[in-house]
């Protein structure tokens, strides 16, 4: 099922990013073998969509985003390491050389994404919100998936 059916073509609400985000996640999921549950599709057509002007990207510190949620009250400290999951998934699937230029190894990012989003699963778990924790505890699981989706992505875009 594709996000295209569930969204009005044409609306004030829906970002015209959407479709052109959309298609390219179901060519990354086609040149990955990888078919992605929909709540998975749409996280990453979501993700491409919040950070596409997002220039800070390139360089935010996301050990020191998932540090500072630490320090933080509940709502931005959940904002913190939901931009750091966020980065590090971009940064490893569509940015993966990146790792290079900061000397960290290939596998950085996914650790550190998988890192902040089990920490924030935890943090929502804790405070009752059993669905959204469990939600960001599957993107933590399934993170490597959701790399190789956007890293597959590169070859046609």
Not at 98 to 117: D, I, P
């Amino acid at each position: 099922m594709s996000l295209q059916i569930l969204l009005a073509k044409r609306t004030p609400y829906v970002s015209p990013e959407i479709p052109i985000f959309d298609k390219m996640v179901r060519q990354g999921e086609a040149e990955s073998f990888i078919t992605l549950p929909i709540l998975h599709h749409g996280f990453l057509v979501w993700c491409l969509v919040e950070h596409l002007s997002d220039v800070e990207i390139f360089h935010d510190r996301i050990a020191l985003n998932l540090l500072n949620a630490t320090t933080k009250k509940r709502e931005q400290a959940n904002m913190f390491l939901m931009r750091a999951g966020d980065e590090a998934l971009l940064l490893a699937g569509l940015f993966p050389e990146s790792a290079r230029r900061l000397n960290v190894s290939s596998s950085y990012f996914r650790f550190m994404g998988q890192a902040a989003y089990a920490s924030l699963a935890a943090r929502y778990m804790v405070t009752g919100m059993d669905g959204r924790g469990g939600f960001f505890d599957k993107m933590a699981e399934d993170f490597p998936f959701l790399e190789k989706v956007l890293r597959a992505t590169r070859s046609k875009h």
